[in-house]
């Protein structure tokens, strides 16, 4: 799908992949709607023409509201870009149920449930664009993160599914699974940041500004599913091909990282 001159809403736009996709998306002559709790820091990065709505995705109500304000104040909607989900680093056997709650209703539902609302208007416009930012770690669970993990895998299948169902509506969809991105998403996570999340220069770790063109390229050829680094589908392959031993690796870091 063409990105000039389209209207584009993108959630958790204040900062790290949200913001980077902001600032690609305008430079590729879109119309954008910025959508996360902090107005002042969305403010920081909106420009002349965008849309600013401070809104709290854990809330049904603000969810409408996100669309409605967009489709009102741009007369329609032709991307809907998910971005917006937070971490948390807690062994699954030992979770507070309250936060696992927490995190599916960020990470799942409020994405299902904006994807249904801006669905009724692409439905009635023969087209549009669905764009979840899922996770590499919604291909390979990460043993450290395993409840993130989970709400990636099934953003993962629901994507899938809304592609099915939604296709003879005009309408695309898109999964994105980032890698490590150099990002604050570590200092948000539920539960604390996990351990040594403040070390740089990971292998294949990305900017938010390498994602962001990623996804933007991603929305102009139609892609499927995005996986960035590249790299980063050498390490879903061996899940696949190999998945004893990978888990067996990846059970080795949780001492490092609990």
């Known amino acids: 799908m063409r990105i000039q001159d389209r209207i584009i809403l ?28 902090n107005k002042r820091k969305l403010e920081e990065v ?54 696992a709650r927490q995190l599916y209703e960020l990470n799942f539902f409020a994405p299902l449930e904006l994807s249904q609302l801006a669905a009724a208007y692409m439905r009635s416009q023969r087209s549009g664009m669905i764009v979840n930012v899922g996770s590499v770690a919604g291909k390979v669970t990460m043993p450290w993160f395993s409840l993130y993990s989970s709400t990636k895998f099934a953003l993962g299948a629901l994507t899938s599914g809304l592609r099915m169902e939604l296709a003879s509506a005009g309408i695309h969809t898109m999964l994105v699974c980032p890698g490590f991105v150099k990002t604050e998403f570590h200092n948000h996570t539920l539960g604390g940041p996990p351990a ?26 139609n892609a499927r599913t995005i996986v960035t680094p590249k790299t980063a589908w050498l390490l879903i392959a061996a899940s696949r091909l190999f998945p004893a031993t ?10 490092r990282r609990m």
Do not use: Y
């Open 10 to 37: 993108v959630t958790g736009a204040s900062e790290g992949i949200g913001r980077a996709c902001v600032e690609e998306f305008r430079c590729r002559g879109a119309k954008v709607a910025l959508v996360a709790r």
């Open 46 to 99: 909106a420009a002349p023409g965008d849309l600013v709505i401070a809104a709290a995705l854990l809330q049904p109500e603000s969810r409408k509201e996100a669309v409605q304000r967009c489709v009102e104040h741009f007369g329609r909607i032709d991307i809907l870009v998910n971005n917006a989900g937070r971490g948390l680093s807690s062994p699954a056997w030992r979770t507070d149920l309250s936060q």
């Open 196 to 221: 040594g999340h403040e070390r740089r220069g990971r292998p294949g770790e990305i900017t938010p500004e390498q994602c962001a063109a990623a996804i933007a390229g991603g929305i102009e050829r």
């Open 246 to 255: 990978v888990d067996r690796l990846l059970a080795r870091t949780i001492e």
